[in-house]
């Protein structure tokens, strides 16, 4: 089977990138995910997101396609309730990407072909890709998109030994922690947790911590730097857009953390905490995410090591050994965009919004 585009992943980054394919006529598109529920988001449904609404609509009304078939479906009626100026659970965004699934679905047949599998190797070539699928499955496509995501850093990442050296300490998964409705059967009131992150989904996890009825007797954020809030300015400019707290989680940062802190509370320098880690008997890894393991992906019969597999941030192509891997794109949480932020500095861009953005422009240029 040949197709003009292979998308790997039906999470966000994936739906909004198979439907900028169809706006640009960038098809026909094979769409392979082993599920097809729109990514990890079905694990977030009761995270609060750190976007406001009106974000969503903005990535809704830029996608294009789903805006000239709305008579199938309105993505944007889960949202009718609420303030486009506020935000919600991320349950919300999960029901929004489900509406356009279904939309697609129902208008793009000869257009998509989705396969419920996983692509295991990709052989790339001057132009063109062969592709195999988990069940053998073969396919060749000019161009290959991959949104496979990305997984939450855990303790081995601070550090492999310290279950060696406190035996009792236990990990609460981050997305169990960040999740209101979850946390608290993974604590109790003679706890003492540790949180290594500040950045949002630490800070999130701390106000869960504290929110609960099991709230721990002590609650430690091992922290590189103070936090940092993001601020709207006059002109629609977000200073500290991709680094800074928004929402609810800033709103409680700003009445609890910053200035007296209450005594159950302590931020201190990461650098300190094996001074501390021996009291306590939970811990929360907050630092991050690294991508999901690419499909095997060889370049003249030579199979590419997949962590020496990096990408540009600014035209989102692979890169291996300081090359291009032809046609090959990363786009979505695993792949952000390098961006000025508004104070000046470079950040990478992180959310739905900025995905569609970046996915955009890139898609755009391939016609060019």
């Not at 993001?230 to 500290?240: Q, R, S, T, V, W």
């Amino acid at each position: 089977m040949n197709f003009k585009s292979t998308v790997i992943g039906a999470g966000p980054a994936g739906i909004i990138t198979v439907c900028q394919l169809l706006k640009n006529n960038q098809t026909p598109i094979a769409w392979v995910d082993p599920q097809f529920n729109c990514g990890a988001l079905y694990q977030f449904t009761h995270i609060p997101s750190n976007t406001k609404i009106q974000l969503f609509l903005n990535t809704l009304k830029s996608i294009g396609w789903i805006e000239n078939h709305k008579e199938i479906e309105d993505p944007a009626e889960v949202f009718k309730n609420f303030d486009p100026n506020t935000t919600c659970e991320l349950g919300y965004s999960y029901e929004m990407f489900k509406k356009v699934m279904v939309i697609l679905d129902q208008t793009c047949k000869g257009k998509i072909v989705k396969m419920e599998s996983v692509v295991e190797k990709i052989e790339n070539l001057e132009y063109t890709n062969k592709i195999t699928l988990k069940n053998n499955c073969q396919l060749e496509s000019e161009y290959v998109f991959h949104c496979t995501g990305s997984r939450r850093n855990t303790i081995d990442s601070v550090d492999g030994s310290l279950f060696k050296v406190y035996p009792h300490l236990k990990e609460i998964d981050l997305y169990a922690a960040m999740s209101p409705e979850d946390v608290h059967q993974h604590i109790t009131n003679e706890d003492t947790v540790c949180i290594f992150g500040n950045s949002h989904s630490g800070i999130l996890a701390a106000m869960n911590l504290y929110n609960s009825y099991n709230r721990p007797k002590h609650i430690y954020i091992f922290q590189r730097r103070p936090i940092i809030l993001a601020e709207y300015l006059p002109d629609g400019k977000i200073m500290n857009d991709s680094t800074g707290l928004k929402g609810r989680v800033a709103e409680w940062a700003k009445n609890i953390l910053i200035g007296e802190k209450p005594k159950c509370i302590s931020e201190i320098d990461s650098a300190e905490f094996k001074n501390y880690i021996q009291q306590c008997t939970k811990v929360i890894v907050a630092t991050g995410f690294q991508r999901s393991t690419l499909p095997i992906i060889s370049i003249n019969d030579m199979e590419l090591i997949d962590n020496k597999i990096h990408y540009d941030d600014e035209n989102m192509t692979l890169i291996y050994g300081g090359r291009e891997i032809s046609n090959n794109f990363g786009f979505g949480i695993a792949f952000p965009e390098k961006v000025l932020d508004a104070n000046g500095s470079y950040q990478h861009a992180v959310g739905f919004y900025k995905f569609m953005l970046t996915i955009t422009k890139v898609i755009t240029k391939l016609q060019n």
